[in-house]
């Protein structure tokens, strides 16, 4: 049940947009118990960021999962899709964030897990 939300100050071309998506479901086996399955992704370009005070190439990703999240985990996803954005998109490390968010209750299907 996880969902990465991704937002670019830049156009994402669609073969890039599938790349991502490719690398990002694979990525998330990263997380235990987390599997492409289930993983739903949303790409918004050309958004309003700004980072460091200028609104150079910069993304942020949200993650969200159900249940607990580890450190070691978590640190080796943003590792991933970090290389993942600078590989497709040419962003540099440095101006990407990844933020976490563990839910105990999470919707599917008509009902909650």
């Not at 958004?47 to 999962?65: I, S």
């Not at 996803?77 to 998109?89: G, I, Q, R, Y």
């Not at 968010?101 to 299907?109: A, C, K, L, P």
């Amino acid at each position: 049940m996880p969902f990465i939300r991704t937002e670019v100050n830049l156009a994402i071309p669609p073969e890039k947009e599938k790349a991502l998506a490719r690398r990002f479901g694979q990525a998330i086996s990263l997380l235990p118990g987390k599997s492409e399955r289930y993983l739903m992704l949303s790409f918004r370009e050309n958004a309003l960021l700004y980072f460091a005070g200028t609104d150079a190439p910069a993304a942020l990703c949200e993650v969200k999962v159900f249940g607990p999240l580890s450190s070691p985990a978590c640190s080796k996803l943003t590792a991933a899709l970090t290389e993942s954005l600078c590989d497709e998109l040419g962003l540099s490390a440095d101006r990407v964030y990844v933020a976490y968010f563990s839910t105990d209750e999470w919707g599917w299907n008509g009902s909650n897990f």
